[in-house]
C-alpha cells in the first residue's frame, strides 16, 4: 500500500538545467496537485490535475509545467530552473470529500 | 490577505497542557477543513477533518468549527514531546470530483518535558 511516490527526493540543479519530478498513486484518485513550501509560506499550489487528460493553474505556476500521463501519473518539469525554485515539492492526491494525501517530498536545490 | 491564517509560533507548551492553535479563513465558501500535522523535513499527516460546527473529538485531539466566525481551532490535550512539529490548517471546497485546498502557513508546537 504505497499511497502517494514521488521521485526523486532530494535533487541539485544548476541554474538552467531542466528536470521533471514524478508522482505516482495508487490509490485510484481522480485528482492530483503539486505544491511547494517554503519556510513561512505554507503549501502553495503550483499546479492540479482534476481528473485524467485535465491541468490547470495554481497559485504559483510561472516556471512549471505538468502532464497528467495517466490517472496514476502527475509529472511537474521545470525547464530552465532557477534559484527562486529552490523549494521543497509535494505531490498530492485526492478524492472527493476526503483528505488529500502527500508524497514524501522532494527537496531541490538551484544553485 | 491570505486565505487561511495562522499564528507561526513557535507555541510553546509544558508537556502534559493543552496546546490550543487557531485558524481563520476568509472564503465563506469553504466546506471541510483539516488539521495536518508536519514534523521537520517529512510531509504532511492527517490529524483529523471538520465538516459541521460544533467539535469533534479524536483521541487527545479535538477540533473546533465556527463557519459564523470563520474560525476553526484544534486542541492537543495532555501534550506529548512526541507532538512537538508544525501544524497546518486546511480549507476545502470542492466543485465536482476535485478540491481546492487552500493551506495555512502553519503554527509550530514545541513540547517542553
Known amino acids: 500500500n504505497a499511497g502517494v511516490t514521488q521521485t526523486p527526493k532530494f535533487q541539485v540543479l544548476k541554474t538552467g538545467q531542466s528536470m521533471t519530478l514524478q508522482c505516482a498513486q495508487d490509490m485510484n484518485h481522480n485528482s492530483m496537485y503539486w505544491y511547494r513550501q517554503d519556510p513561512g509560506m505554507g503549501l502553495r499550489l503550483i499546479y492540479y490535475?482534476?481528473?485524467?487528460?485535465?491541468?490547470d493553474k495554481g497559485e504559483v505556476p510561472n516556471g512549471y509545467n505538468v502532464s497528467r500521463l495517466n490517472k496514476r501519473e502527475f509529472s511537474l518539469r521545470l525547464e530552465s530552473a532557477a534559484p527562486s525554485q529552490t523549494s521543497v515539492y509535494f505531490c498530492?492526491?485526492?478524492?472527493?470529500?476526503?483528505?488529500?494525501?502527500f508524497g514524501q517530498g522532494t527537496r531541490l536545490t538551484v544553485v | 490577505q491570505k486565505e487561511v491564517e495562522q499564528n507561526s509560533g513557535p507555541l510553546s507548551v509544558p508537556e502534559g497542557a493543552i496546546a490550543s492553535l487557531n485558524c481563520t479563513y476568509s472564503d465563506r465558501g469553504s466546506q471541510s477543513f483539516f488539521w495536518y500535522r508536519q514534523y521537520s523535513g517529512k510531509s504532511p499527516e492527517l490529524i483529523m477533518f471538520?465538516?459541521?460546527?460544533g467539535d469533534k473529538e479524536d483521541g487527545r485531539f479535538t477540533a473546533q468549527l465556527n463557519k459564523a466566525s470563520q474560525y476553526v481551532s484544534l486542541l492537543i490535550r495532555d501534550s506529548q514531546p512526541s507532538d512537538s512539529a508544525t501544524y497546518l490548517c486546511?480549507?476545502?471546497?470542492?466543485?465536482?470530483?476535485?478540491?481546492?485546498?487552500?493551506f495555512g502557513a502553519g503554527t509550530q508546537v514545541v513540547v517542553t518535558p
Open positions: 490535475s482534476a481528473s485524467e487528460g485535465t491541468t
Open positions: 498530492a492526491s485526492y478524492r472527493a470529500n476526503t483528505e488529500a494525501f
Open positions: 471538520i465538516y459541521s460546527n
Open positions: 486546511a480549507v476545502n471546497r470542492w466543485d465536482d470530483s476535485w478540491g481546492k485546498f487552500q
